[in-house]
């Protein structure tokens, strides 16, 4: 049951969170709340262009009657700041700079929210032109506060629980918790069917990258899992990035070649993701959307905190090592308690996920 509306509550609202991935799946979860609880509420989205299919289907969807490829907000606001830094003195730069905040302020939003707590993102908040300008009072970036025109004390352990709060603050009254709503992207799910023919049962997704260094456990023993989990019966597939398919390759080579790598656009991980029975991989974007659409996790933590970034709302076992401390320094050095979680305690984990998922 959504909550009932609150008279308060804005008549439209910019979420910004620009990304990155599982940052983006977080803040789902507070907007899809905010939708179920608002069907009403005009709701705008600035976010890189790069993770623009996490809210619409694809490119030309991104305004206009919501529907299953766009199934939350009422706009997509693309965003490309980290091209635009690379060039900042360049023309186009300067007409994509102002065409993008052209199109936020045309939209006349009374609220712009900034649930990334970045400097960047409290500028794009500021520049977009609404009439109230809210953010987290423990903003990630100190400095990004002073953009802000009402700061939010959030509450809460977990970062999803975090965005909830300032979500409820922004809406003026409490929200009942909702799972995010992603696109169904109906040409995603048939290049999928299509990649997977006959394999498309008893899948288990592997993600031996992560966006940083510190936090990848070695690709070496995803491929000994995926090997003892093929002779148990499973499928196991391999998503990477085209800038990490050396770890592909070397999980595909320690299973013996029964690990297969599959590339997928954001819209086709979606369509993967959904017919997996288990997800194993560290704090990862896909490892949170498994965790979102309610896949089964095993997530191998090492310097991040699981306390705050734990897999939530499913099945799921995190393993971390006493050895590892909490970091956000995004260090490339391996962390050396998430280097100490065995293969062999993986395949267990696994193995026990799966038993109970499917008894």
Not at 58 to 85: E, F, I, M, Y
Not at 196 to 212: F, H, T
Not at 222 to 240: E, R, T, Y
Not at 264 to 289: V, Y
Request: net charge positive; glycine share 8%.
């Amino acid at each position: 049951m959504s909550s009932a509306p609150s008279a308060n509550a804005p008549e439209s609202l910019l979420v910004v969170r620009l990304g990155a991935m599982g940052d983006v799946i977080h803040t789902l979860y507070a907007v899809s709340a905010l939708r179920s609880a608002f069907p009403d509420m005009r709701i705008g989205w600035a976010i890189e262009e790069r993770w623009t299919e996490l809210l619409a289907g694809n490119s030309a969807d991104r305004c206009g009657p919501r529907s299953p490829l766009r199934p939350v907000v009422d706009r997509v606001h693309p965003l490309n700041t980290k091209q635009w830094r690379r060039s900042l003195l360049s023309r186009t730069t300067w007409n994509e700079l102002k065409t993008g905040f052209r199109g936020m302020r045309e939209q006349n939003y009374v609220v712009a929210a900034d649930f990334q707590g970045a400097i960047k993102s409290a500028l794009v908040s500021q520049y977009a032109g609404a009439k109230l300008t809210v953010g987290m009072e423990n903003a990630r970036e100190g400095p990004a506060r002073i953009f802000y025109s009402r700061r939010i004390s959030t509450k809460g352990t977990h970062v999803i629980q975090q965005y909830h709060s300032l979500a409820e603050a922004i809406a003026r009254t409490m929200l009942t918790p909702a799972k995010p709503v992603f696109p169904r992207d109906e040409r995603a799910e048939q290049s999928i069917a299509d990649k997977l023919g006959e394999s498309a049962r008893n899948l288990v997704i592997l993600n031996p990258g992560a966006g940083w260094g510190a936090k990848q456990w070695p690709a070496e023993r995803f491929g000994h899992v995926a090997k003892a989990l093929a002779h148990d019966g499973m499928i196991p597939v391999i998503n990477s990035s085209p800038a990490e398919q050396d770890l592909a390759l070397t999980v595909q080579r320690d299973s013996d070649g029964r690990a297969v790598p599959i590339s997928c656009t954001i819209g086709e991980l979606i369509a993967l993701t959904r017919r997996a029975s288990l997800c194993i991989g560290g704090d990862t974007g896909p490892m949170h959307l498994a965790a979102a659409l309610g896949v089964p996790v095993v997530a191998l933590f090492g310097p991040t905190d699981p306390a705050r970034n734990r897999p939530y709302g499913t099945h799921s076992v995190v393993l971390r090592n006493p050895a590892s401390r909490t970091s956000l320094s995004h260090t490339g050095v391996p962390d050396p308690g998430l280097r100490q979680i065995t293969s062999d305690e993986v395949i267990a984990v696994a193995r026990r996920v799966l038993e109970s998922s499917h008894g």
